[in-house]
């Protein structure tokens, strides 16, 4: 495809006199400058907000993303890795440091509150109504419910959108019903990994998707994009995504890995000695890599913090440097045709630290609990504002409820108000709908 359709945008829009931005600039400003990314400032990473001002928010996390993105970028022009392509391929598929940093900078806009309990939540209350998902909700908080333009959201270029369609397959297609559990009578009581959405973009934006962002791809090509892998046991799985995706995924990977991994042992939630029994029997994921875990314990958990970002620095830089580009001869658009992996042994020592990561921390109890409360929180939101929308939603809020054209338009603008709350904001409308406490129409959200 050429150039110029992917610099297009759904709605054409006059350009400001003596503006001298290139198209992915244009893309970089609406994103920095939007509603939706200030929120994450107030929206969980994976330690609850409100105890310590030092571990990552949504915002920070994003915000590392797009410094490991624009790395990763960098290395693959310059650096040296097997069958790398040549200089004029590199020149024509490579984003510019614009266009990636505001595909990574946008990837996680979708999240609601508190995190996968909140994800999980919505998707429990919008079972009957097309579902939730957080990469889904990204993409249309960008294409229709940010405030840039009256329909089209922020009205972005064809390339960063599929840049940030990491899952190109619809909630309809990648759902099996078989995978959810059943839903007990109080639903916020529900086990949470047996009611994870598919990972998909929803129903809602399928003309988003096939209309405009594949619309220039050839048939064959957007037949294979659209494939899945399917599962009798799990949802389907799509089985591709663009180049641009691909670099932010593993942008994502290397960060939430290593950070969240760096946050936790700052906060003493995960020590040396775990380091220590985690590794035991476990040396040649670091034997391959020409390292030892006792000298990355050392560093890591030294009382010198210096020494311990010096080394987190170290990882992410060895990762970013075994990145490389893989051609896959089935397509024919280069932007889907080539896509970033991580080089063996580096992937799987990275899976290894993230390991640890996921047992001591996102599975604690301390941090399950939140995840439960919120799970909870948005639920009973949900619920009441669902059961008396013109009571309870917002004037505007409410005025888009009263157009939509059905139950399932209807329910997913309760969705989109709720997934679009901070942490904090989720909080207090709760306690000003159920606490018992008299309360004011004076309190402020």
Known sequence: MEQKHWEERILKQDRKSNDSRHEYERDFSRLIHSSAFRRLQAKTQVLG???????????????EVAQIGTGI???????????KPNPETLDNILPSSALINAICLAHDLGHPPFGHGGEVALNICMREFGGFEGNGQTLRILTKLEKYTEKNGMNLTRRLLLGVLKYPISYSAARNGSFYGTLPEKNWLAKADY????????DSEKDIVEKFILDKLSKKDKDHFVGLEFSSTKHHKPKFHSLDASIMELADDISYSLHDFEDAISLKLITLEHWKIHNDNKEHFFEKCGLTSHTIGQELFSKDSYRRKEQIGNLVHQFITSIYLQENKIFEEPLLRWNAFMAEPWDSLR?????LVFKKVIKSTNVQLLEFKGQKIVIELFEALSSDP???????TYDKYDQGKDNNEKMRVICDYVSGMTDEYATRLYEKIYAPHKGSIFDHL
């Open 195 to 202: 009611q994870k959405p598919p990972k998909c973009y929803l």
């Open 49 to 63: 907000l409100g105890e310590s001002d030092f571990y990552r928010t949504r915002l920070t996390h994003s915000m």
């Open 390 to 396: 013109k009571r309870l939603l917002p004037k505007s």
């Open 351 to 355: 899976e290894h630290i993230f390991e």
């Open 73 to 83: 970028k960098r290395h693959l022009k310059k650096g040296t890795y097997t069958n």
